[in-house]
């Protein structure tokens, strides 16, 4: 199994390496990817770690966006000049070991010229280069380093898979997704639940949760949280950098649209449990407003897709999910205004404070819409409007009511 090493400023390019992670997993395996060498433990020699890395390794992706060569305040010099520096080390330490690097230009940035670089350093300015745009042509771009990759470790003796590029692509997203699999798995649970009642398995314990397992979830955790201000500060700009006709990139959005979600639901239960007297620890309470949050979520973008196509707009539905589900970073602010109309009342000032969050959601959203349907701000905000509208009478028929039983069978308990 081959091994990847990828190189970065975190500063740099840490809005793009996510994604360039997380494709080559989909393709090679999670185990296949190592991207974070400065995890050092304190008090260990951080060159010692590398090096027992690069060891192992048998490509050095080396990312390298606008600021991989800027100057430092404190030194008026390039941070790749310090003999310190993370990343020189993890370049230098690869060409000394002949360890194939592959530089990875992100929006076209020039690959640094031998004068700008360390001695130590200079033959890596003639290493060819690849360009990763962050707009739409990154998926394309992905797989020619992919293909690029896959005939560097072919040279190097690794026995690839006998199937096309494009069967490896299609056999590693499919990995682990099988219904089989899905059914045999929900049927060992099943299974071992049913020993447990009947006393056939002694002294059970809940296994922990792996290292591993523990690392997948806080890496996960960390590219959801790193997302959420990107979209905040611009909606518009953020969707700019994605494939929004990927099925991949959809699959992304609603894992985001899963964590503001889920965040928004922690950031909703006191005003549950001290105004609507729901027991917020209570899986089935939580599941159904989960599920709640996600169908406004879901009829808010359809709705703007509808009405965006009914004036002439050209984007794409799946298009349109992606781009919304992302924009789901700002329900949480909508949610905030629970809190304002609970100590104020409904009175002036919760209509104020509600007023100005939908303004700022509206500024928000308007330049997304225009962007993604290629159609005017009027008829961008027109749409809005309408699909607000839509949400609303789905609120009245469906979300409401269901709430005010959660809260009559709250009561009766």
């Known amino acids: 199994m081959p091994t990847i090493a990828i190189s970065y400023r975190r500063e740099d390019t840490r809005w793009i390496v996510g994604r360039i992670f997380d494709r080559l997993v989909e393709y090679y395996g999670h185990d296949s990817i190592f991207m974070d060498i400065d995890g050092v433990a304190l008090g260990c020699d951080f060159r010692d770690q590398i090096q027992n890395t690069l060891q192992r390794s048998d490509v050095l992706i080396a990312v390298i966006g606008p600021q991989w060569l800027a100057i430092?305040?404190?030194?008026?010099?390039?941070?790749?000049?310090?003999?310190?520096?993370?990343?020189?080390?993890?370049?230098?330490?690869?060409?000394?070991?002949?360890?194939?690097?592959?530089?990875?230009?992100?929006?076209?940035?020039?690959?640094?010229?031998?004068?700008?670089?360390?001695?130590?350093?200079?033959?890596?300015?003639?290493?060819q280069a690849t360009n990763v745009d962050t707009g739409v042509d990154f998926q394309s771009h992905m797989d020619r380093?992919?293909?690029?990759?896959?005939?560097?470790?072919?040279?190097?003796?690794?026995?690839?898979?006998?199937?096309?590029?494009?069967?490896?692509?299609?056999?590693?997203?499919?990995?682990?997704?099988?219904?089989?699999?899905?059914?045999?798995?929900?049927?060992?649970?099943?299974?071992?639940?049913?020993?447990?009642?009947?006393?056939?398995?002694?002294?059970?314990?809940?296994?922990?949760?792996?290292?591993?397992?523990?690392?997948?979830?806080?890496?996960?955790?960390?590219?959801?949280?790193?997302?959420?201000?990107?979209?905040?500060?611009?909606p518009k700009d953020f969707v700019a950098t994605i494939d929004t006709t990927s099925p991949t990139e959809l699959g992304k959005s609603v894992q985001f649209l899963f964590f503001v979600l889920v965040c928004t639901m922690v950031l909703e239960m006191p005003i549950d449990a001290l105004a609507l007297h729901l027991h917020v620890f209570d899986p089935a309470t939580q599941i159904i407003n989960l599920f709640l949050m996600a169908c406004d979520v879901v009829v808010f973008s359809s709705g703007i897709y509808l009405f965006a196509r009914l004036m002439l707009g050209k984007g794409q539905y799946r298009g349109t999910l992606t781009a919304m589900f992302y924009a789901g970073a700002l329900y949480p602010f909508y949610?905030?205004?629970?809190?304002?109309?609970?100590?104020?009342?409904?009175?002036?000032?919760?209509?104020?404070?509600?007023?100005?969050?939908?303004?700022?959601?509206?500024v928000k959203l308007a330049p997304l819409v225009k962007s993604i349907h290629s159609i005017g701000i009027i008829r961008a905000l027109i749409a809005l409007g309408l699909a607000a509208a839509v949400v609303v009478y789905f609120e009245s028929v469906v979300s409401i009511p269901l709430t005010r039983e959660l809260i009559a069978q709250t009561v009766a308990k």
């Open 335 to 362: 949610s905030l205004t629970t809190y304002f109309n609970f100590l104020a009342g409904l009175g002036l000032i919760g209509s104020v404070v509600l007023l100005a969050v939908l303004t700022y959601i509206c």
């Open 145 to 234: 380093l992919i293909r690029a990759i896959d005939q560097l470790l072919e040279r190097e003796g690794y026995a690839l898979k006998n199937a096309s590029a494009g069967e490896r692509v299609e056999q590693s997203m499919n990995r682990d997704r099988s219904p089989f699999t899905l059914i045999g798995n929900i049927r060992n649970g099943l299974d071992g639940v049913r020993r447990r009642k009947m006393g056939e398995i002694s002294n059970w314990r809940t296994p922990l949760p792996s290292r591993e397992t523990i690392a997948k979830a806080s890496g996960w955790l960390s590219r959801q949280a790193n997302i959420w201000p990107q979209v905040v500060r611009s």
């Open 72 to 127: 430092q305040k404190e030194t008026g010099q390039p941070r790749i000049a310090d003999d310190a520096d993370w990343v020189r080390i993890e370049i230098e330490s690869a060409l000394g070991k002949k360890i194939p690097v592959i530089p990875v230009l992100i929006d076209r940035t020039p690959l640094p010229k031998p004068n700008e670089l360390p001695e130590a350093l200079k033959e890596f300015a003639y290493r």
